[in-house]
């Protein structure tokens, strides 16, 4: 599947105007744990068999430096792409795409994540107030993609409203699952704090 991202994103990066898309994504690709490897998740177009070999696979470990590991096929050394670094006392995460450093922002009510990308400009994913998807726009409010549950293919789906390549494909799957993560260990330092002070 190595060739496969290019056949599928061949065309040039939009300009992410929000405009393309309407209700049909440009592109959909699902999220799923490994069948192989509990720990790992992996990203298909969607349709594939979650045994095909993966598009992408992600490593995530809340408890370790990158927290966030994105790999081009297989979790070879070789083949990451993409990682992102979370601390509890910033509200920065540290990503990086293909040696490319850039931040994620988070606010104050963790409600929205914005993209500071070199290459892609400034986009913002926000939350959704009735469900876990999460949902990205670019700066004049047009939605470029969602990030949500998918109970027809299990895990997550990632819809892609305007036409783009595989580095913004990259960028995607790492600022929805570092927004996904920080979430996750802001919740684990609140039940530690709440068993300290209960003395468990």
Known sequence: MSGLVSKLLSGP??????SHGGHTPA??????????YS?????????????????YTIIVNTASKPNILVYHGDPAPVNCVADATISSLSS?????????????????????????????????????????ALTLFNQAGGRIAEYKSDRAQGG????????????????????????????????????????AIAGV
């Not at 990066?13 to 929000?18: D, T, V």
């Not at 592109?27 to 192989?36: D, Y």
């Not at 998740?41 to 598009?55: C, F």
């Not at 995607?172 to 330092?189: D, N, P, R």
């Open 156 to 195: 997550k789906i990632l819809n892609i409203y305007e036409p783009c390549d595989a580095r913004f494909v990259e960028l995607l799957a790492l600022t929805a699952m570092a927004a996904k993560t920080s979430g996750q260990i802001e919740s684990e330092i609140a039940t530690e704090v709440v068993s």
């Open 13 to 18: 990066l939009a300009s992410l105007s929000g």
């Open 27 to 36: 592109h959909q690709f699902v999220i799923r744990p490994s069948p192989h």
């Open 39 to 55: 720990e790992h998740l992996v990203i298909h177009p969607a349709g594939y068999a979650v045994e095909a070999p993966p598009l």
């Open 92 to 132: 920065k995460i540290q990503c990086n795409l293909r040696g490319q450093p850039f931040l994620l922002k988070v606010s104050t009510l963790s409600d929205k994540f914005t993209v500071e990308s070199p290459a892609y400009g400034q986009l913002k994913w926000k939350t959704n107030d009735f469900s876990s």
